[in-house]
């Protein structure tokens, strides 16, 4: 906790992005309540950790099991939000449900096709930390290319046909798709050897609506035009 003193010190907020585990799955309240009582001025999110190698199934969770990790917990959120405000994705998915105040990051939004670029230290440039890390829509080093062109490269255009294939296949009729999208195209490659798919992770967002957040709190969530 270093870090958070210094930023107090130096009159900045701090918050803390909370990877779940497979060992998260056997104390997730016990998580929560030291999470929540660190009283971080920036709180905290949840996300399950991403792992593609199959020799770290002690660290490995499933959409089902990230799901049920936050199910254990909504229900202290949902009573006590007043007193653990900002913890997401719950904070987040009552923004979008009960306040109708659509707010999405990138591997929900959609949008991720020209508004992106992630440089490395050399100066290469890629579409976001993840596809720089797998050598993934490399455009170029930012001493060679300007950002203009950058920007419009055409292997991003694949981002934004992937919207269209998504919601006349995997995604159609789905309620929840504009608040999901088809999650993050960088989830399609490891199964799928593309960015076509929709995200497993995607899914998960729409199981623990169904499962908890609308049976828990009574509210229905409606699509956004």
């Not at 949902?78 to 109708?100: C, E, G, M």
């Not at 490395?120 to 829509?137: H, I, V």
């Not at 799928?192 to 828990?216: M, N, Q, T």
Request: aromatic residues 12%; neutral net charge; contains cysteine.
């Amino acid at each position: 906790m270093r870090g958070d003193v210094t930023a107090r010190r130096h009159g900045l907020g701090a918050g803390i992005i909370y990877v779940v585990t497979k060992r998260s799955l056997e104390r997730p309240l016990e998580v929560f309540y030291y999470l929540t009582n660190l009283r971080l001025d920036g709180g905290f999110n949840m996300n399950p950790v991403l792992l593609y190698d199959s020799r770290r199934d002690d660290l490995a969770i499933t959409p089902h099991e990230y799901v049920e990790f936050l199910g254990a917990l909504f229900p202290v959120w949902w009573k006590h939000q007043a007193r653990y405000p900002n913890v997401d994705p719950f904070y987040s998915l009552t923004s979008i449900i009960r306040d109708r105040e659509l707010r999405l990051g990138c591997s929900d939004s959609g949008r991720c096709a020209y508004g992106h670029v992630n440089v490395d230290p050399a100066g290469e440039t890629s579409q976001c930390g993840r596809s720089s890390d797998w050598g993934l829509l490399s455009y170029g080093n930012i001493r060679d290319r300007s950002l203009a062109d950058i920007l419009r490269d055409t292997q991003r255009d694949v981002l934004m046909e992937r919207n269209n294939i998504l919601r006349n296949g995997e995604c159609g009729g789905c309620r929840f798709w504009s608040i999901c999208h088809g999650g993050c195209p960088l989830d399609s490659w490891p199964k799928h050897g593309d960015l076509l798919h929709r995200s497993e992770w995607g899914c998960s967002r729409k199981a623990f609506v169904e499962r908890y957040y609308e049976p828990i709190t009574g509210l229905r969530f409606v699509p956004h035009e």
